[in-house]
């Protein structure tokens, strides 16, 4: 039985080693990003290059998207030669990004219209998740089409849950950030706590992390603080992105987060100290100003 043809549209940080997996199991990969350099090097490996997406989904059984945020989706699907231009009935679009619950049920509806259905399927992980192949896959749609492109899947993550109803994975993703942010608050805190009371920040993780306390922000963003490393694996500006639409659906819900919201304030702070681009590990850099 013959692979399905893919087409995969956003070779950032993350979009560019999972579209690399897919490619390395040999299913039939098309791409397309908006600055067409980032295309060379998957091309050089095999992959078509389309000049648009709809072109891309005119030639794909599956189109993979992640870009940065709800506007950037609603283009790439709805947009002028956008995925709806060109998408073939049975098709399904797998939405990696992380967006508005709310955006993913429309899109979803203009597709159903063409005959199509759209997966919601945000990931955690970070860069090293998406070059490993480890990603969290939180997926939200119908049963059956799950389904139909778990295998694709399975090609870029170790957990792949299935969640509910389209919007579903973009809601547990959501629950990850509120976790991911919170935790990664009480992780500087207890660095600089460590610091200025003269203990070694290394030998406290490594102390704490086998422990009740231990967590994945502790022993992989942990060493990165202590090492003054705020590289991006995951951008300030990224997360408040994300933590924007913890907060609007949160609102709509009518859910209390004050753990949540002063997290959102603290980047916020880091943000002003033009320190949108670092990554998040950043909110250290915030806290010991504070200290």
Not at 12 to 33: D, F, Q, S
Not at 54 to 60: H, I, N, R, T
Request: aromatic share 4%; hydrophobic share 40%; glycine share 10%.
């Amino acid at each position: 039985m013959s692979k399905l043809k893919i087409g995969f549209v956003g070779l950032g940080i993350m979009g560019h080693p999972m579209a690399g997996h897919i490619l390395r199991e040999n299913y039939p990969l098309t791409i397309y990003n908006r600055t067409r350099s980032k295309t060379k090097e998957l091309a050089s490996k095999g992959a078509r290059v389309a000049n648009s997406p709809a072109e891309l989904a005119g030639v794909s059984d599956v189109i993979i998207t992640i870009v940065s945020d709800s506007p950037d989706v609603e283009e790439i699907v709805a947009g002028t030669d956008g995925i709806l231009q060109g998408i073939r009935p049975n098709s399904v679009v797998i939405d990696m990004s992380t967006i508005s619950p709310e955006v993913e049920r429309k899109l979803d509806d203009k597709l159903r219209a063409k005959d199509c259905t759209l997966i919601d399927a945000p990931v955690s992980g970070g860069d090293v998740g998406a070059q490993n192949a480890t990603l969290a896959i939180m997926v939200g749609g119908e049963r059956a089409t799950f389904d139909r492109i778990s295998p694709i899947l399975q090609v870029m993550g170790k957990s792949i849950t299935y969640c509910g109803p389209v919007g579903s994975g973009q809601l547990t993703k959501l629950c990850n950030q509120i976790l991911c942010s919170t935790t990664l608050l009480g992780v500087s805190e207890a660095l600089i706590f460590a610091h200025k009371n003269g203990l070694n920040p290394s030998i406290m993780i490594d102390a704490i992390k086998g422990g009740a306390a231990g967590s994945w922000q502790l022993s992989n963003i942990g060493p990165k603080i202590v090492e003054n490393d705020y590289d991006p694996g995951f951008m300030v500006d990224l997360m408040q992105k994300d933590l924007r639409l913890v907060m609007e659906s949160a609102g709509l819900s009518q859910v209390a987060l004050p753990a949540t919201s002063l997290v959102n304030q603290l980047f916020r702070s880091a943000q002003a100290r033009g320190d949108g681009l670092r990554g998040t590990q950043i909110l250290a850099k915030v806290i010991e100003s504070l200290s």
